[in-house]
């Protein structure tokens, strides 16, 4: 059984914002059962942030300030969240790593796509660096995010045949649209655990 209580999201993007959309149409369409309360980007220039708009969910910039700490900016971040209490935090091309501190308020509960098969290719620039190494193998990770940078045990991973005349743009539209597939269906995945009701000893 599926609890009734809304499974509420917060999303925070830094650009294009096309894995926040495959999230609003997958609400839209019933296959995830779950509300966004808030998207934040760090980036006032975010596409995503007028997808959000366009579909009617507050959407707000969270700008880096200079000379400030990461913690002082993740501060900021967590008093921006707190009053939609969200009950978990989805990072779709964030491009900020967040601190130990935020990472332990939202324990278990922030998860992010990575353009890679984790454990293989942290970082940036996993395309390049795929065809470089010669990889037959590529796809994308949806983990849960811990203080370290693209770790965290996986969610769920969509794996594609590298071909010989793919360059990084062809694997980087061939991995948005397994992301754009698997992001969806961690969130329903987590939607259907996180919030399980106890079961009734009666
Ligand atoms: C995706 O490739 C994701 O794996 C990475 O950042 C990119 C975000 O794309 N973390 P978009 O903004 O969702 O289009």
């Known amino acids: 059984m599926i609890s009734d209580t809304p ?3 917060a999303i925070l993007i830094s650009g294009e914002g096309s894995n926040l959309q495959a999230i609003i ?3 839209t369409r019933g296959t995830l059962d779950a509300r966004i309360d808030m998207v934040i980007s760090n980036k006032a220039s975010a596409r995503g942030l007028g997808r959000a708009r366009q579909a009617g969910i507050p959407a707000v910039v969270v700008a880096a300030i200079k000379g400030q700490s990461r913690e002082e900016y993740d501060q900021r971040l967590l008093d921006t969240l707190a009053p939609t209490a969200p009950d978990l935090i989805v990072l779709a091309g964030f491009m900020r790593i967040l601190s130990a501190d935020f990472v332990r308020f939202y324990k278990g509960r922030i998860i992010n796509i990575h353009p890679s098969l984790l454990p293989a290719y942290k970082g940036m620039d996993t395309h390049q660096r795929v065809l470089d190494a010669g990889e037959t193998w590529h796809g994308a990770t949806v983990h ?3 203080e370290k940078l693209d770790d965290g045990k996986t969610i769920i991973q969509s794996r594609i045949p590298v071909e010989p ?3 990084a743009e062809s694997l980087q539209q061939r991995v948005h649209i397994e992301e754009h597939v698997i992001y969806p269906r961690a ?3 987590l939607r259907e655990t996180l919030l399980q009701p106890a079961i009734d000893p009666l």
């Open 165 to 167: 005349d793919d360059t």
């Open 144 to 146: 849960f995010v811990t």
């Open 187 to 189: 969130i329903q995945w």
């Open 25 to 27: 149409d997958a609400i």
């Open 7 to 9: 499974f509420k999201l």
